[in-house]
Nanobody
C-alpha cells in the first residue's frame, strides 16, 4: 500500500515562510509524479506544484511561481514544498499526492480534471494571518 505522510503545516503571519514535507513509500518513489495540492475553505482543490522524481522536472501554479520551490531528497523518499512570502490566500489544507501523469501536464489547473493523482496524503493545514 502506498503511503504519503505530510508534515510541516502550521500558522504563520503574512510574509512568512513554511516548508512542507511529504514522505512517500520507498518502493513507489522512483519515476513518479509527486506534487502538492491545496484546498481553501469553500473552494475546489487545486494543484500547486509537482515534480517528476525521475529527473526532477518541476511544474508550478502561477499563484505560487517565483515564491515557492518544490524539491526532493531521493535518499529519504521525500518531496518538499517551500513557500515564501505567504499571504492569507495561501491558507488551506495542503495535500501531497502521487502517481499517474499529472506532473507532465504543464497547467496545474488541469491536473485534477485530466489526470488526478492515484494516491493522496491526509493533508496538513496551513493558516496565514494578515
Amino acid at each position: 500500500q502506498v503511503q504519503l505522510v505530510e508534515s510541516g503545516g502550521g500558522s504563520v503571519q503574512a510574509g512568512g515562510s513554511l516548508r512542507l514535507s511529504c514522505v512517500v513509500s520507498s518502493d513507489f518513489y522512483r519515476n513518479q509524479c509527486v506534487g502538492w495540492f491545496r484546498q481553501a475553505p469553500g473552494k475546489e482543490r487545486e494543484g500547486v506544484a509537482a515534480l517528476w522524481t525521475g529527473d526532477g522536472m518541476t511544474v508550478y501554479a502561477d499563484s505560487v511561481k517565483g515564491r515557492s520551490t518544490i524539491s526532493e531528497d531521493d535518499a529519504k523518499n521525500t518531496v518538499y514544498l517551500e513557500m515564501d512570502t505567504l499571504a492569507p490566500e495561501d491558507t488551506g489544507i495542503y495535500y501531497c499526492a502521487a502517481g499517474g501523469q499529472f506532473c507532465h501536464i504543464t497547467r496545474p489547473d488541469l491536473w485534477i480534471r485530466r489526470a488526478a493523482p492515484t494516491y493522496w496524503g491526509q493533508g496538513t493545514q496551513v493558516s496565514v494571518s494578515s
